[in-house]
């Protein structure tokens, strides 16, 4: 009985679907979803519809809006969910970022949409920053 147990876990194992790539985050899809619709609304006008930098407002910006695609390769295969997180937070300077034009969306969300605490801003900029993981650039090696 517990050989026949081992054998069909060893079985199970083997032909298993291989586990997701190092090199893309595993996310959330419905979170990307929603993270998808709320980037077209919020960030697209600057970061453009393919985040790419290249949105209709981002002549007029002081600094060109940063190709969103291409977060993972900028810093060596990996996406730093936490810090492109703070990032579009806002409320908090985050170390290397240098300035910046983007609007500190943290307080914007609170303050401009009905019912929003801390909790329903973090949950809105999450599904943010699970988008922008899928849409990362294939890193070359």
Known sequence: MLRARGVAVLFAVAFAAPAASQDKPVTDAAAA????????TFCASCHGASARGDGPMADSLRFAPADLTAIARRNGGHFPAEKVGKIIDGRQQ???????????WGDAFKNTR??????????????????LATIQQAVEK
Request: glycine fraction near 14%; hydrophobic fraction near 35%; charge should be positive.
């Open 33 to 40: 979803k929603r993270g998808a619709a709320t980037f077209q």
């Open 114 to 131: 009905k019912g929003f605490d801390d909790r329903r801003v973090r949950a809105t900029i999450a599904d943010v920053v699970e988008y």
């Open 94 to 104: 985050v170390t290397g970022h240098g300035g910046t034009d983007m609007p500190i």
